[in-house]
């Protein structure tokens, strides 16, 4: 047993009643400036999390095969319509007809519903771009911090012109570079080999690669999107750059390490407590990336490139399957908590870092 402090041993009823005061005069103040942003937040963020964990517990939506809906309580004169049914509670159905791919769950959604097969292309198209990103943006910004570099300032101004434009202006253009017919893309390639070229980029069912169950949609939207991300990462690689003294370069140069020694010796360390939470956001982003999917491929052909979200989109859109659609997006959060936590932890990403 711990022995009793001294202090404490001969501490009095009234003495501790005076301490308990005292700590509540000091908590008294922040408390009452952090109550409106508390119950701010509860009415914007946390009312609307716990509504649609609940709604995804319910078959809340249009309910098609009964001719009846659970979606306008209030008619015209303020009265429940005569279609009106509320909300039943169908407990984990929804994740239940999800996760197991329920036969009459897939034909609904056009018998090309495969969840396992979905969750795995979205890991593999967050991943696949996360790490285009990353790579190019750290290339293209150490080219660019190259001292007396001409025209740097303008190159570093131009490049962040995909973050500028409107995410559904971007899809658009791309889309229609990729287009069968008159797209920009096969235009070019058929400049090169002299006769025409018709590459079906977003309908072509067969892998253009052996062996590698991935569309030709798929590497269609992963150029698109290269572009789209790397900006963002070249950004953060150069504020990162501009904090590394020159001082460890010229004292490396003396000591005779070459350019690319430098490189993966001072450089990439100095560079990974700035890119490894930035990276973070990117997995997060391209994970939920709906409008390069949506508006290029929408998730063609056969659904091979379709992600959780544009699929939740769907089922809201399409189906008016709200209670199902909710359940997608808590499996969505359950499947990223995991991933942010794993990637925190082996990349150490909110520690202090020393070289």
């Not at 078959?59 to 005569?82: A, S, W």
């Amino acid at each position: 047993m711990a022995a009793t402090k001294p202090g404490m041993a001969t501490l009095k009823p009234g003495a501790a009643r005076s301490a308990l005061g005292e700590a509540w005069r000091q908590l008294r103040i922040p408390l009452v400036y952090l109550i409106p942003a508390a119950l701010v937040m509860a009415l914007i963020t946390f009312y609307p999390l716990a509504y649609q964990v609940w709604m995804s517990f319910t078959d809340y939506g249009v309910i098609k095969e009964e001719g009846k809906q659970t979606l306008n309580r209030f008619g015209p004169d303020g009265q429940p319509p005569p279609n009106y049914r509320p909300a039943r509670w169908v407990g984990l159905k929804n994740y239940s007809d999800i996760l197991t791919n329920e036969p009459q769950f897939v034909a609904r959604l056009g018998g090309t519903f495969n969840f396992w097969r979905l969750l795995g292309f979205n890991l593999w198209w967050t991943f696949s771009n996360v790490a285009f990103h990353v790579a190019l943006g750290i290339l293209i910004a150490v080219l660019l911090n190259v001292e007396g570099l001409w025209g740097r300032r303008i190159y570093r101004a131009l490049y962040i012109l995909p973050m500028v434009l409107p995410n559904i202006v971007v899809a658009a253009v791309w889309r229609n570079m990729f287009d069968d017919q008159y797209g920009a893309v096969n235009q070019l390639l058929s400049m090169f080999a002299g006769v025409p070229v018709n590459i079906r980029w977003f309908n072509q069912i067969e892998p253009p690669i052996p062996g590698v169950p991935l569309p030709l949609s798929y590497y269609a939207m992963l150029i698109a999107n290269i572009w789209l991300g790397w900006p963002f990462m070249a950004i953060v690689a150069t504020g990162a750059l501009q904090s590394i003294p020159r001082e460890m370069y010229e004292a490396a140069a003396i000591d005779g390490a070459t350019g690319p020694q430098q490189f993966w010796n001072i450089t990439l360390p100095l560079l990974r407590p700035a890119m490894v939470p930035a990276a973070m956001v990117g997995i997060v982003t391209t994970f939920n990336l709906f409008h390069i999917i949506y508006f290029m491929s929408g998730g063609g052909p056969l659904g091979q490139t379709e992600i959780m979200v544009t699929q939740a989109y769907k089922l809201i859109n399409l189906q008016q399957l709200f209670g199902v659609a909710a359940a997608f997006s808590v499996i969505i959060a359950l499947v990223l908590i995991p991933i942010f936590l794993i990637t925190n932890r082996i990349s150490r990403a909110t520690e202090s870092y020393d070289v």
